[in-house]
């Protein structure tokens, strides 16, 4: 991604006076406005003057530490974008600074070349919040002394991010949460650690927490670590010169290389050998990679998000995971909820991942009957949105018609019996219309309306009493025989035919 820098007003606070006059030729250069301070009170008095658009401290300061100053910043819901610089191998400070809403760190001895993109991305990031509009408080020539617009305000995911967004399906608190959690940590370069059951959604995170970012016009590149030989995954991660192996017949590019200026997502970050722990370790905390074979390191420039659906914390228990990695990688933590924690989401993804399949396969989109979706609901699916997925592409393929049923599904065993009832939806209802419709719709035959009504009552009294009858017909206020009656009469497939399983 080209990084043409769009001009800003920074503020620099160091101690030393030789790397402060160095950081600001570096930047003035640039065409940023720059002043700078040797201390905290200094830097207090230039806040409360203007407002920057940048600010750079070194983390120990004569009269406390950087990330005083960073603290102050984010609880005045200030808009200052800061890049704290820490001495080197002290992987604490800069976690906490993420941690504390840093949006990144560079360590000493300081990279130029680093600072210099670290600031760019700082200044996009903060330009893709304000709209892309340049303020009056982005133009060199200080001071200002106004204010750069509402800093309260919630960042805008950049419309590849809403998209991105969309992509996640589903309306339960748990989504809705991660969804917001999302937008909010997109745009610092904190590094992201989304833990979940397989089949959950994490890539789809992933890709969402880089579409909502600054860098969403940089590459995106995934990798699954268990994938790649052993022998192969330092070429694979870092690059490889001529000859530094037998086949290493012309320079290539590693993983590092290939996402410079976007995201590296690290899919199964568990399963990456020891050794390679150590080595990514160490381009974490340098920030630097040395292609194999290659006697120079280059910088990158690169945001970091994994995920696993191993217990992590469990494999640093048990030694096969680098706690120090674990830190550095865990900075922010995602996780990903599984489908049976938001049932309630199921007729809403069922029917996103229909309306999509059948826009590959180019078909039209069948009309579901709700015995599917109570099938469906009354299976574990341990595989979640994944196994969903699957399920309803085999549905499609067998399907001869316009309606999808649950014999479709090739697993005529544990289907539900047929309803007497008139249980089809319409296909002019669309499908799930009867269990998606709003209140307020007139819908095209009230009794499947109905049923369709009764049927999710049900269900969710009965998986909150684990499908004990007896219980979930006291909590509807039903004797059993009424609940029996019912749960057959609406063809809602049990785990057992015990009442008191
Ligand atoms: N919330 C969701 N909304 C819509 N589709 C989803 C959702 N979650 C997962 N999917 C779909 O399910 C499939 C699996 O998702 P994804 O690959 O992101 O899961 P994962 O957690 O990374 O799985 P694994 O751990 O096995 O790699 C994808 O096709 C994805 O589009």
Redesign the pocket.
Known sequence: MPNAPSPASVLVVDDEPDLRTLYELTLLREGHAVVAAPDITQAREWLAQQRFDVVISDMRLPDGLGLDLLREIGDAQRSEKCIVITAYGSAENAVESLKAGAFDYLTKPVDLKQLRSAVTAAVRSLRDQQGGALNGAATPGLPQGGATGDVSRKPEAPSSGTQSLR????NSPS?TQIKSRIEKVASSMAPVLIL?E???????VARAVHDCSHRNAGPFVAVNCGAIPENLIEAEFFGARKGAYTGATADREGYFQAARGGTLFL?EIGDLPLAMQAKLLRVIQERRVRALGGVQEEAVDVRLVS?T?RDLGGLVQSGQFRQDLFYRLNVIGLR?PALRERRDDLPM?VN??LVRLCAESGQNVPSLSPRVLAWLQSRELPGN??EL?NLLQRALALSNGDTLEPEDFGESDDLPEQPTQPDELSPTSGHMGASTASPTDIPPDLQTYLDEQERQVLLKALRECDFNRTAAAARLGLNLRQMRYRIQRLGIAMPSDDDDT
């Open positions: 992509r996640i399906v589903g989504i979940g397989s089949g959950t959604g994490k890539e789809l899919d995920a659906h990903t993804l996103a991942l949105v994944r997925e």
